[in-house]
């Protein structure tokens, strides 16, 4: 069974400082990666994607993340956090469900907590 | 943008009554999802749709039911509320490459308290 494994439940840190978000999976088929944010009492929203090609994928608000086939994993990367990026974080994967359906699994999450 | 409207957004109800979540969405999107989010396990399926009456169950369905009978409208039901169903329920669609990749958009939740 497909299964996504977000290594750090909880990432405090401060204002300006670098962040990276770990996300493995796993999975031997080609698969579709994804990180979503959720601001508090807010639905999640989609921070970036990879489908396919270059193994680095920008997303929104300065974020990136680094697609790793050979170590299974899409780590969530942003250079200098800002107050405005506290929130949940999630990665999800997408394998093809038997019948041809699409469904996305989720890793449990990581709450991201930057002090001033 | 795809448009997703949950309702009701908060509910609050007593163990063993009938509660049933809506969620609508305002363009055709094939393939839409329930999920519930709890605390320490992220969001969990319940169940998906893959078209009208087409639907199929997720890793935590027992409990729950679904009907898709439009395109547009997928609902949720909990037949006899249990206060372990206490939780916030998430509808998502499947946007982007005809939602054969997992791009989901998500409704603002449903907050569901069962006493």
């Known amino acids: 069974a497909q299964s996504v494994t977000q290594l750090d439940s909880q990432v405090p840190v401060f204002e300006e400082a670098p962040v990276e978000l770990r996300c493995n999976y796993s999975?031997?088929?080609?698969?579709?990666l994804f990180w979503y944010v959720q601001y508090p009492n807010q639905g999640l929203q989609l921070l970036l994607k990879?489908?396919?090609?270059?193994?680095l994928v920008k997303g929104i608000n300065g974020f990136e993340a680094e697609f790793n086939k050979s170590q299974t994993s899409f780590h969530l990367r942003k250079p200098s956090v800002h107050i405005s990026d506290t929130a949940e974080y999630f990665c999800?994967?997408?394998?093809?469900?038997?019948?041809?359906?699409?469904?996305?699994?989720f890793g449990r999450g990581t709450s991201l907590i930057v002090h001033p | 943008d795809a448009g997703i409207t949950q309702s009701p957004r908060h509910k609050v109800t007593e163990t063993g009554t009938p509660v049933t979540l809506r969620c609508h969405q305002t363009e055709n999107h094939r393939y839409m999802y329930w999920y519930r989010q709890d605390p320490g396990h992220g969001l969990r399926l319940i169940h998906y749709s893959y078209g009208v009456k087409d639907t199929d169950k997720g890793e935590v369905s027992d409990g729950y039911s679904v009907s898709r009978s439009k395109t547009e409208d997928f609902l949720l039901t909990l037949e006899s509320a249990t206060s372990s169903q206490t939780s916030v329920y998430f509808c998502?669609?499947?946007?982007?490459?005809?939602?054969?990749?997992?791009?989901?958009?998500f409704g603002e939740g449903s907050r569901l308290t069962v006493l």
């Open positions: 999975s031997s088929v080609s698969v579709y």
């Open positions: 999800a994967v997408t394998i093809t469900h038997s019948g041809g359906s699409y469904i996305p699994t």
């Open positions: 990879y489908l396919s090609g270059s193994t």
């Open positions: 998502a669609i499947s946007v982007g490459l005809a939602g054969k990749v997992g791009e989901l958009f």
